[in-house]
């Protein structure tokens, strides 16, 4: 599978909440749980995922199949891609990879399940925009963006794609630099204590898979 610069626009929810949450990593009864105590109603309101749904939890199968649901939406994050280039199409270095971090849950599934949760994470675009309650621009990609200015997305080199979903650079050495054209990028991947604002930009992975609640950020 070759990333694409795909963005998916979702119109204002002038109905009900948009939240975004961190890394699910097959924690999908949590998720439930959080969504619960914030009186969550999938009618109306709406869920956006930074990516990495699979691998290290006990609910893989069940955090693809929430693509299913009309109120659940994410982006690609890495282990996606690990997935899709290990299983469907056959790169053993990245089967090998995903194995090795969490993939092994799905000798345990059905292989008559496999084409269409390849096909839902083919589906998933590399970020979403949405208009936030207070009219804030929001951007949600899962590691990185290594441009400047929003409006470049479609500008993506295939090295910089590849920077959108493993990047830790910018999180490792804690820059404050603000990328222009949107008024924030929410990012997962890199795990830390809470919701990390770094210049216009939040990281909201708290790590599910060792014991922590998720990051759920109501926009």
Not at 26 to 40: I, M, P, R, Y
Not at 44 to 59: K, M, N, T, W, Y
Not at 60 to 71: D, F, Q, V
Not at 160 to 183: A, P, T, Y
């Amino acid at each position: 599978m070759k990333l694409k610069a795909t963005l998916l626009k979702l119109e204002k929810n002038t109905q009900g909440r948009d939240f975004v949450v961190g890394d699910l990593h097959g924690h999908v009864t949590k998720l439930h749980d959080q969504l619960a105590a914030l009186n969550f109603n999938s009618a109306v309101d709406r869920v956006i995922c930074v990516g990495d749904l699979i691998d290290r939890g006990p609910e893989s199968a069940e955090a693809l199949n929430l693509l299913n649901e009309p109120w659940f939406f994410s982006v690609i994050g890495n282990h996606e891609y690990l997935m899709i280039n290990g299983m469907r199409y056959k790169s053993s270095r990245h089967r090998m990879a995903w194995l090795n971090h969490g993939g092994d849950w799905i000798t345990q599934t059905s292989p008559a399940l496999w084409d269409d949760w390849f096909d839902a994470i083919e589906a998933l675009p590399l970020a979403i925009e949405v208009e936030g309650s207070d009219g804030s621009r929001y951007g949600i990609i899962h590691a990185d963006y290594p441009h400047s200015h929003w409006q470049e997305f479609g500008h993506l080199t295939p090295e910089l794609l590849e920077k959108c979903i493993w990047s830790r650079s910018q999180f490792q050495c804690q820059s404050r630099h603000v990328v222009n054209g949107i008024d924030y990028l929410i990012h997962g991947h890199n795990v830390n204590g809470g919701d990390l604002q770094l210049g216009n930009r939040f990281y909201i992975e708290r790590g599910a898979y060792l014991g922590n609640d998720l990051v759920i950020k109501e926009l």
